[in-house]
């Protein structure tokens, strides 16, 4: 399947390209567009106004996903806590790591190319994933 | 001088419900946005402050109403000047607060330090997300939590 976003991908598209390889469509194929009239028809487009998988009642589009895709994993919507954060900060969620996600996917988008972003962003969140079933299997923060 | 670029939320919503109108004054004063008139809110532009402008468009949408964004150049250096300085006021009197409370907070017991520490640390992050102008008090702020760090630091030590 063809997906489609915004150029410039930081956190919240990151974290969703992450999700649909992972959990929905391991064989999807990723465009970026400037403005949502570009989207091609074949295309399911996310994290852009006007669409379903984007930001809706003060949730961001990774949220969006978990609704979509009734992705009810307690981890998953760990991470979409930080993701959230990472994205809006409003305070709804405590998500102490979250700038740090900010920061390094803001700074990832300045000197690498969108795919490359993709790429080398899942291998972050493949890790955060396996600390975060930890953190829950323990209750407590793994070594 | 021609002024910097400014993105500007128009804006329409209902009435009632009141809850999206409560939920989009709340974003807007987490964002520092600044409200030209009734309905019409601005922000220097950037990609960030765009965005989230269109998320806040697509929201008052979603809720009835009515909402378009527009990227906009003051058109007089002076104008630009009085929202710049009313802007700074803002967060310059947020600031303050902060300078104030590590004060107060640096006479107490340690534990209590400690924990204004982190509470004073989060809010200096969360004004300076949305001071677009910074003001002197901010160096001050800043300096104030430095402080409230070394004496925490000291009575660790």
Known sequence: MRW???SGPHVDRTACAWLIRRFIDPES???FVDDPDEVPADATAFDMRGVELSHHGGECSFEAF???YELDDPVMWAIARIVHEADLDDGRYDAPEAPGFDVLLRG???VRGDDEVLELSAPLYDGLYEYLKRATLLGREPA | MP???????????PREPSTPRIALWRRLRQLGAAQLLDGLIGLPADSRTREQFEWLA?????AGGEATIWVARPG?????????SRMQAAVAADY???VEQAGAARSGPTGQRKRALGRLRRELRRIRRRDYFPPPELERAVAAVEALAESVGRAAA
């Open chain 1, 4 to 6: 489609a976003t915004r």
């Open chain 1, 29 to 31: 194929e990723f465009l």
């Open chain 1, 66 to 68: 978990l609704h979509r």
């Open chain 1, 108 to 110: 990832l988008s300045m």
């Open chain 2, 3 to 13: 002024g910097g670029e400014w993105v500007l939320l128009a804006y329409r919503l």
């Open chain 2, 58 to 62: 697509d929201e008052v949408l979603e």
């Open chain 2, 76 to 84: 007089s250096a002076g104008q630009e000047r009085a929202l710049a």
């Open chain 2, 96 to 98: 303050r607060e902060v």
